[in-house]
């Protein structure tokens, strides 16, 4: 771990490792609604949400995201909680920041995707999006937040507004796309192409999350990496996806419905696989190092350790050796249960 830093001073030193998935992880955990996925939790039990921050930090996380994550004016709406809006955005960044001192980590304002953007409207729709951002980035910066991440964005022009309500309080900006086509924004600019001019308009930090998996999202990054001079990110989600089904909205077993939101188990790539993707990705030039939806603090843990660091939680990193199941003779005997096994049907 830095010393508390600010983010493009850590990023100079080295990679930054982040971790996200809390919609995800709290919604399996019974206090977050799939469906509207709106973090009400930050109001009604704030305590879940600090120790699930506290449990990324442990797994070494260097930035803690205040959980405004679909905490916007649109989504509130859906749930009729319009009117807890500017509460919720403070306070989330609050526990974010109770849980950082802990550990020297940054607190990281969080903007996403709100749906109302329509790049075949920009003109109107652009007005209402930049209400919506500009509200919920004063909020974060009057808080005291170290920077903003603004993702899961589809559109380059929905980032382009977030990037301008973030630099309204001159804050370093890291913005992120969601590659839920193959090679192009729903505006049209090919991925690369969106990062930089991002870039060239002072995002400090460009890239993706969601959507993807490491394997389908690996291929990108590197053509981002190719055309973008200044600092990159990825936060893929922890799911195999493939060339055929190259995002998790598309993930589905023969016979069964679509995996996504909350039938992806099947699909969850391991700890191992997760870290394999960390070392990886920093050695293609990946600064900004991170995971998504679906993101559990083993994974985190095991990025952290494909990076080099030893976070707190590695006290408790598997010890096999010291499992009955892999000891010494074991096999012989798992090798003859199975013999008796097939013998007897």
């Not at 990679?15 to 995800?24: H, I, K, P, R, S």
């Not at 990062?195 to 995002?203: E, F, H, S, W, Y």
């Not at 188990?265 to 993707?277: I, K, L, V």
Request: glycine residues 8%; negative net charge.
């Amino acid at each position: 771990m830095y010393g508390k830093t600010g983010i493009l001073e850590r990023l100079q030193k080295g990679t930054v490792l982040g971790a996200e998935g809390y919609v995800f992880e709290l919604e399996r955990r019974g206090y977050l609604q799939a469906g509207p996925f709106v973090p009400e939790v930050v109001l009604e039990n704030p305590e879940v949400v600090k120790a699930l921050h506290k449990e990324f930090l442990n797994a070494g996380a260097e930035v803690m995201l205040a959980l405004t994550y679909y905490g916007h004016r649109e989504k509130m709406k859906v749930v009729g909680r319009e009117d807890d809006l500017e509460t919720l955005n403070r306070v989330a960044v609050r526990l974010a920041q109770e849980v950082a001192a802990d550990g020297d980590a940054l607190v990281a304002g969080n903007l996403s995707n709100a749906g109302v953007y329509d790049h075949n409207n920009p003109e109107e729709s652009s007005k209402r999006l930049r209400a919506i951002y500009d509200e919920q980035v004063q909020w974060a910066y009057e808080e005291g937040i170290d920077f903003v991440i603004a993702e899961t964005l589809s559109s380059l022009g929905e980032a382009l507004i977030a990037l301008e309500s973030i630099k309204k309080f001159d804050l370093p900006a890291m913005i992120t796309f969601i590659p839920f086509s193959p090679r192009k924004t729903m505006d049209g600019y090919t991925y690369e192409e969106a990062c930089k001019i991002l870039a060239d308009n002072g995002a400090e930090i460009v890239g993706l999350n969601c959507g993807r998996g490491p394997d389908t999202m690996m291929p990108l990054l590197e053509r981002i990496r190719d055309k973008v001079d200044g600092y990159i990110a990825a936060q893929p989600v922890p799911y195999r996806t493939t060339n055929e089904q190259h995002s998790f909205h598309f993930l589905q077993e023969p016979g069964h419905s679509m995996g996504f939101p909350i039938a992806l188990d099947p699909f969850t790539h391991t700890r191992h696989e997760m870290a394999d993707f960390a070392a990886q990705a920093k050695d293609s030039g990946v600064n900004y190092i991170g995971i998504c939806c679906g993101a559990g603090p083993h994974h985190v843990r095991a990025m952290a350790e494909a990076l080099g660091r030893t976070p707190p939680a590695s006290r408790y990193s598997p010890a096999m050796d010291k499992h009955p199941m892999f000891q010494e003779g074991v096999q012989e005997r798992i090798q003859a249960l199975r013999a008796r096994w097939a013998a007897e049907e």
